[in-house]
């Protein structure tokens, strides 16, 4: 523009749409890109780097789980739970098999609830060290605050294949408790890693959290208002992070959540910057619960002894059970026939639903930026799709 | 939260609205409110802006598809014929379902209370699959309401963007329905004995083609 | 000041760097396949079926009672029933397996056919090097694949398969007893037939037997 002098402009016979305006550019981001957490796409419409419109495609990853469900007995739908959001198998089992214990009515026994609880945090743990080192990824800072997060979580990876036999398909709860007690020598272990684990978070935060560069970058970038998170039904620490005061360990408080004191924390602004907080923050009240946990877990059996395995069948009716999973409110919706296998069987998922503004938090912001607030949004595209 | 007493402020304060309290057998006790679908959107708002406690958090959207049932009881009766008396047995046929159905789970943010469970039917299964969409009220079942239309067929009228979610976007049936047959030119991982290899080697072999089993053994 | 929050990460980026080589806590990887970390007991990945004894066919512990192939959620497992039966490890004549595969690119892992197994014949192996160009010759696991001896299971996990072992044994204990009962009843019942003969008129051949002492003796020690 520069070179151009006014006279130049002047002779330079310029046609009636604009060119230095330009056209508007459709382009599609995924199916199969490194920043869109998975296989998923979004069919942008781009002014410059600007984006004027985006359309998610879901569907990549369809397998239509609630179908296989209806053919599987209830205990054989658990190891699918498991392959919903891949990184948080105990959770989904959590979810899965509170929603069964309401539909037939199934109590369970006191060390069994603070099994789940301490394997529930340890998973929330886990999942948001992945996802903030994901998400520092995804600005830019490759590779090392990944590789950081990854370390910490490969060891409470340790802790559930020493309980569970498997780093991430867990396949841990029953209907009625747990699967499995704990082996020996786990609790000193596990203890040891709550123990250490704030190190790596004081680590963390001093690493990126004060950085000019993250904050310039996240601060105000991708808001959602409070009004909005509610009506659009966000949850998790994504609806947190815009103010809404809305966590079902304290709602619902399903479980023995009652038992323990942690607080919420909440965001103000709603925006990128916000939600990696609100993860940094949670970890450390998911600390405290656990350390309350493990102090105070009792003796008993893991699992309620008159449940069994096979040949289970709830008499007709529905429930919907849901819990706090690490993405937000993760519910299943489970109507029984009287049969041995669901007659319908929905899974909520958390991440679908916290995409429901995705184009609304990118409008007006520059591509890169839609890699941010999609990791921010935390989705697993095993749950999106199911 | 008690269901009676949603249903009479409904009732108040939505003119002409018909609701029907539906009986859950299990021990959740989660009953649920069967809405006419003329009035679910106006219903629908006032539960969101009206009611106390206000609904303002809609979080789980599904369909559920009843099929036609037709079970027969045998009845005995009593019958006088010619002055004699002697029992009759008489079959009764009584047929339910042969809607689709949507099922909506609300809570009160604020008076933390839930879930509300409303649903809405479709007149059947086959053409009659309109409903209201609740979208304009809860942005939250845009992305579910698409869902449902996908794999359970219900047309939401008032959607702002009624696509299919899951499945591409020329497929024609809808997978989530009880009598849904999956076609058999899907591209089945053949495992070592069941019927799924019997079926690709039969479309295989219909077409002419090598099967692909075959091959790899 | 500008430019602080970029300094102290750096600091901490290159106290990892430097401390990597120092502590364990800081690398905790390793040159995988020559080094391995050493492997968790409860691992588990696919399943295999368990034999007492040296003779993997005799020894199974499997018995054909098809649960495990009905529960198994994606439907990897295929048993045929024998057609004769032969005795198990305990020594009663059972079906045994004809044909038992199991279709390990299926597989999900999930445990659950070990579960539900009442005869504690399947449990979960370790190994997992198992990759193979062959789709139904490499990982469509047969009958002589899957069996591994006990010992082997011992190994692989100590603890579980000690317990398998006292449960097992105290089975059989129980099974014993059981058996012992269940033919005193059976002499006791003999014997009181025989004694009903005895007061019938003796016309029988039963009737000279003479039993009705010992049968009673018999029901006493039954009880
Ligand atoms: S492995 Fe166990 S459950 Fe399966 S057929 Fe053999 S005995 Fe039955
Ligand atoms: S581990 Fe699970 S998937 Fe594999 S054979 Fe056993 S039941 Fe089937």
């Not at chain 1, 105990?90 to 037939?104: G, H, P, Q, S």
């Not at chain 2, 359970?152 to 024609?172: A, I, N, Q």
Request: proline share 5%; net charge negative; aromatic share 8%.
């Amino acid at each position: 523009m520069s070179v151009l002098t006014e006279a130049s402009v002047d002779t330079v016979s310029m046609p009636a749409d604009d060119h230095l305006q330009g056209d508007l550019l459709e382009i599609s981001m995924g199916p199969v890109h490194p920043s869109t957490h998975g296989v998923f796409r979004m069919n942008l419409l781009l002014d410059g780097e600007r984006v004027v419109k985006l359309k998610p495609v879901f569907g990549y990853l369809h397998r239509n789980h609630e179908k296989i469900a209806e053919h599987e007995t209830y205990l054989g739908s658990m190891p699918y739970t498991d392959r919903l959001d891949y990184i948080c198998s105990i959770t989904n089992n959590w979810a899965y098999a509170l929603a069964v214990e309401k539909l037939a009515g199934i109590p369970v026994p006191e060390r069994a609830e603070y099994l789940r609880v301490i394997t529930g945090e340890l998973t929330r743990l886990q999942n948001h060290a992945g996802l903030i080192g994901f998400l520092l990824q995804d600005m830019g800072a490759s590779g090392t605050p990944l590789m950081y997060a990854f370390r910490e979580r490969e060891k409470i990876l340790d802790l559930f294949e020493a309980l569970t036999g498997a780093r991430m398909m867990c396949n841990y709860m029953r209907f009625g408790g747990c699967r499995c007690d704990l082996p020996a020598g786990w609790m000193e272990q596990a203890k040891k890693v709550v123990d250490e684990f704030p190190r790596f978070l004081d680590e963390f935060e001093s690493l990126l959290r004060t950085n000019e560069i993250l904050m310039e970058r996240t601060q105000g970038t991708g808001i959602v208002t409070r009004e909005q998170a509610i009506n659009a039904g966000l949850s998790g620490p994504m609806a947190r992070a815009s103010g809404v005061n809305y966590d079902l360990r304290k709602v619902d408080k399903y479980g023995i959540y009652d038992r323990f004191s942690f607080r919420v924390p909440l965001g103000e602004h709603g925006d990128v910057y916000d939600r990696f907080m609100m993860r940094l923050l949670e970890m450390r009240e998911s600390l405290e619960i656990l350390k309350q946990a493990m102090r105070d877990i009792p003796s008993g059996p893991h699992k309620d002894p008159n449940t069994k395995i096979r040949n289970f069948r709830p008499k007709a009716g529905e429930a919907y059970g849901r819990i706090e999973a690490p993405k937000g409110e993760l519910g299943f919706y489970l109507i029984s026939d009287g049969g041995p296998n669901p007659y319908r069987y929905r899974v909520r998922p958390p991440s679908l639903i916290n995409l429901t503004l995705l184009e609304q938090m990118c409008i007006g912001h520059n591509v890169s930026d839609i890699v941010i607030i999609l990791g921010s949004i935390d989705i697993v595209l095993g749950e999106v799709d199911r | 939260m008690n269901l009676e007493e949603i249903k009479s402020q409904i009732e108040a304060n939505v003119p002409g609205c018909s609701l029907q309290i539906l009986l859950n057998g299990s021990p959740s006790g989660q009953h649920s409110l069967l809405v006419d679908k003329e009035h679910g959107l106006t219903v629908a708002s006032y539960l969101r802006d009206g009611a106390s406690p206000k609904f303002d958090y809609c979080s789980n959207v599904t369909g559920v598809d009843w099929p036609l049932k037709e079970t027969s009881t045998k009845q005995k009766t009593k019958k006088i014929v010619d002055g004699v008396e002697s029992e009759v047995e008489e079959v009764i046929k009584t047929a339910t379902g042969n809607y689709l159905e949507v099922v909506y789970h609300l809570f009160s943010m604020d008076a933390r209370q839930g879930p509300l469970v409303l649903r809405m039917r479709t007149e059947d299964r086959v053409d009659q699959v309109h409903l209201p969409s609740l979208t304009p009220v809860w942005r939250s079942a845009e992305l579910q309401e698409r869902e449902v239309y996908d794999l359970f067929g219900v047309v939401f009228d008032g959607h702002p963007d009624l696509r299919r979610l899951l499945m591409w976007d020329d497929f024609k049936d809808h997978p989530m329905r009880k009598d849904y047959v999956d076609p058999d030119d899907y591209e089945y991982e053949p495992t070592a004995h069941d019927e799924v290899l019997k079926r690709m080697q039969a479309h295989y072999a219909a077409q002419g083609a090598p099967s692909a089993s075959e091959e790899t053994r | 000041m500008l430019g602080e929050g970029i300094i102290k990460g750096l600091a901490e980026t290159a106290r990892n760097f430097f401390g990597s080589y120092v502590n364990k806590e800081r690398l905790t990887t390793v040159q995988y396949p020559e080094e391995r970390l050493p492997r968790i007991e409860a691992t588990r990945d696919f399943p295999f079926l368990v034999y007492d004894g040296d003779d993997w066919e005799k020894g199974l512990r499997c018995v054909a009672c098809q649960i495990c192939e009905k529960e198994c959620p994606p439907k990897c497992i295929y048993i045929e029933k024998s057609k004769d039966k032969k005795p198990d490890a305990v020594g009663k004549p059972q079906n045994y397996p004809a044909k038992f595969d199991i279709d390990v690119s299926v597989c999900m892992s999930c445990q659950i056919c070990v579960e539900v197994c009442p005869f504690d014949a399947i449990k979960m192996d370790v190994q997992f090097e198992l990759s193979s160009d062959d789709r139904f010759g490499g990982l469509l696991l047969t009958k002589d694949k899957l069996a591994k001896s006990n010992e082997y299971y011992h190994e692989i996990h100590p603890t579980e398969a000690a317990g398998v072992d006292a449960a097992l044994a105290e089975d059989r204990e129980k099974e014993k007893e059981k058996q012992r009962l269940a033919a005193a009843a059976a002499a006791a019942a003999a014997a009181a037939k025989a004694a009903a003969a005895a007061a019938a008129p003796p016309t029988t051949v039963a009737a000279t037997k003479d039993g009705a002492g010992s049968g009673g003796a018999a029901k006493e020690e039954a009880k």
